[in-house]
C-alpha cells in the first residue's frame, strides 16, 4: 500500500513539474509572439501594420519543444480563441487579434501531460498584449 502511494505522489509530482515546464513555455511563446506582432509586417502593408501571421508561427514554434503529444492549433489572424470547454484535451489554440493599437496573442486549451485522466487535466490560459509600433517618415 505504501508503495502504491508513493508512487501516486511521484507521478503526480512529474505531471506536476511537465505542466509548469508547459505554461512557462506558454508564457515565454505569448510574450515573443506579441513582440513579433507589435514590430510590424514585412509585405506590402509595410511596419505599420501588426504581423499576426509571423507572430501565430513564432508561439508554435516556441512551444513546439515542450508541448509533446499535444496538437498546437493555429487560428487564422484575427480569429478570437474559442472558450476553454470547447477545446478538447491534448490540444491548444494560439490565436492572435488586433483591436485599435493593442496587440493580442492567447494560448489556451488543455496540454497533454504523462499523468492525462479524464477531468483531471491540466489547462492553460495564457495573454499577453503590446501596443503595435508605429513609425513615422
Do not use: K
Not at 512529474?14 to 509548469?20: D, I, P, R
Not at 513555455?25 to 504581423?51: E, L, M, Q
Amino acid at each position: 500500500m505504501v508503495v502504491g502511494v508513493f508512487l501516486l505522489l511521484l507521478l503526480t509530482a512529474v505531471s506536476a513539474s511537465v505542466y509548469t515546464v508547459q505554461r512557462s513555455a506558454a508564457v515565454t511563446a505569448v510574450a515573443a509572439a506579441a513582440r513579433v506582432a507589435a514590430g510590424g509586417g514585412r509585405g506590402a502593408t509595410g511596419a505599420n501594420t501588426p504581423d499576426l501571421v509571423d507572430a501565430l508561427a513564432t508561439a508554435v514554434r516556441v512551444m513546439s519543444r515542450v508541448m509533446v503529444g499535444t496538437r498546437l492549433r493555429q487560428l487564422p489572424p484575427s480569429s478570437p480563441c474559442p472558450p476553454l470547454s470547447s477545446i478538447p484535451s491534448r490540444e491548444v489554440d494560439v490565436c492572435a487579434t488586433t483591436a485599435g493599437d493593442m496587440v493580442t496573442v492567447r494560448v489556451r486549451g488543455r496540454p497533454a501531460g504523462p499523468l492525462s485522466l479524464a477531468g483531471l487535466d491540466w489547462s492553460l490560459d495564457v495573454v499577453a498584449r503590446a501596443h503595435a509600433v508605429t513609425f513615422a517618415p
